[in-house]
């Protein structure tokens, strides 16, 4: 008996069936690697979705300190500015008391004392260290130093100080 076709054809059909479970094993490698690089590909998509949203959450942390920082230092040197001219001005309204206007300025305070008060006020004219009037009728009073004109006049100013800013 002759075995060689029967040993011919098993063997054909052997390499013939390995050769189709390797291709069916290529083929399920491939769809394997294509799941897997498909998963990789989803899962660095949200991670860099996460990352972007905490930078972007970070980046509106930081700027809005920034922001608060800058406002804390614009308040801090309007306030300067502001302390700055609130000791200037009535320094400056000292100052009138040697410009050779000022005896027509304390005739003025004079009248404007008189005025309110009446003419039998007792006035206190050019007082040491604060020029200007003060006149006293009863219990009524009126205090028109240079000091106090000076500070009625920024307090004046309200809202017209704002333009300091701009």
């Known amino acids: 008996m002759n075995l060689g076709p029967l040993r011919s054809t098993l063997l054909s059909a052997a390499e013939t069936e ?3 479970a390797a291709l069916a094993a290529a083929a399920e490698a491939a769809t394997e690697l294509s799941l897997a690089e498909a998963q990789v590909a989803s899962v660095l998509a949200g991670a860099r979705a996460e990352a972007e949203d905490a930078a972007g959450r970070e980046a509106l942390r930081v700027v809005g300190r920034a922001r608060s920082d800058a406002g804390r230092v614009v308040l801090r040197a309007r306030r300067d500015v502001y302390d700055e ?3 200037r001005v009535p320094a400056a309204a000292l100052e009138l008391r040697h410009d050779p206007t000022y005896g027509r300025l304390l005739e003025r305070l004079q009248a404007i004392t008189r005025a309110q008060l009446g003419e039998d006020a007792t006035l206190d004219v050019d007082p040491p260290g604060v020029g200007g009037v ?3 009728s009863g219990s009524r009073h009126i205090d028109l130093t ?4 000076a500070e ?3 307090v ?7 333009l300091l800013w701009r």
């Open 85 to 87: 001219l609130c000791a």
């Open 18 to 20: 390995a050769d189709s």
């Open 152 to 154: 009625r006049s920024l």
């Open 146 to 149: 240079l000091p106090a004109l």
């Open 156 to 162: 004046s100013l309200g809202p017209e100080l704002e």
């Open 134 to 136: 003060r006149g006293f």
